[in-house]
């Protein structure tokens, strides 16, 4: 290696001369050029086959997520309509379970009617319900009176009802017939099977009513004997029935 310390480009261009040392140097620069070119073109080669093959590990995971989107697309869709039907199956039960409800009612209602051996008495309060109104305090009243096949008179008489609670924190009873249009008349019954009396009334600001008590007289009139049949309910919430 002590040879290449000698050379000099004043050893050189002694030796050659200045042209041959002119065409020594381009023949070099070509070399030199020619190494670099097809180092660059190797380089550029490798990074290319690197480049694609990352192109490719993309396009696969780019295929992969869409596979996997259109999979969970697909589960959701059935994820829906799996929700939707179970909620269409319980809307249905929940209606048959309301109509099921309904027809018990309307079955006992009847069989107090049709079936007396069933029942110890013949006249009964069958029903007392109460609903409110979007006015403050203003509700609506329905009783439903029933009387067994086994009698064949009419029942004639009327029905008295008192709520019981507090006003202005102090123990009260508010009597129907104070609270409403609903007079004797109005209150009044004469049927041989059921009969309903409905009606609407307002309640004191601070009064808070606690129970109803619903009271049916009938005089004794011709073969009719006086009686006075008394039922006690808890105050409803509203749109409920509190008695049956």
């Not at 480009?9 to 041959?20: I, N, S, V």
């Amino acid at each position: 290696m002590n040879w290449l310390k000698k050379i000099t480009l004043t050893g050189l261009h002694q030796r050659f001369g200045a042209f041959k040392l002119w065409i020594f140097t381009l023949i070099s620069l070509l070399i030199i050029s020619q190494i670099a070119y097809r180092i660059g073109n190797f380089y550029q080669g490798h990074q290319e086959k690197i480049i694609a093959t990352q192109n490719e590990r993309l396009d696969r995971l780019y295929r992969l997520n869409d596979e996997q989107q259109s999979k969970i697309n697909i589960l959701n869709v059935e994820l829906e309509i799996e929700r939707l039907a179970n909620q269409q199956a319980l809307a249905n039960i929940s209606e048959l379970e309301t109509q099921q409800f309904e027809l018990k009612k309307q079955l006992a209602f009847y069989e107090k009617i049709m079936a007396p051996e069933k029942q110890a008495q013949g006249f009964v309060i069958d029903e007392v319900s109460v609903s409110s109104s979007v006015s403050k305090n203003h509700y609506r009243l329905k009783v439903v009176l029933v009387q067994q096949l086994k009698s064949k008179r009419f029942a004639s008489g009327h029905i008295e009802v008192d709520f019981v609670g507090s006003l202005n924190n102090r123990p009260a009873t508010i009597k129907l017939a104070n609270v409403s249009e609903l007079d004797t008349d109005k209150r009044s019954f004469n049927f041989r099977y059921f009969q309903v009396i409905e009606g609407d009334f307002n309640l004191p600001e601070d009064f808070v009513p606690e129970k109803i008590q619903v009271a049916a007289i009938l005089p004794a009139k011709g073969t009719q004997k006086y009686r006075r049949l008394e039922e006690t309910y808890p105050w409803p919430e509203p749109e409920s029935a509190v008695g049956n």
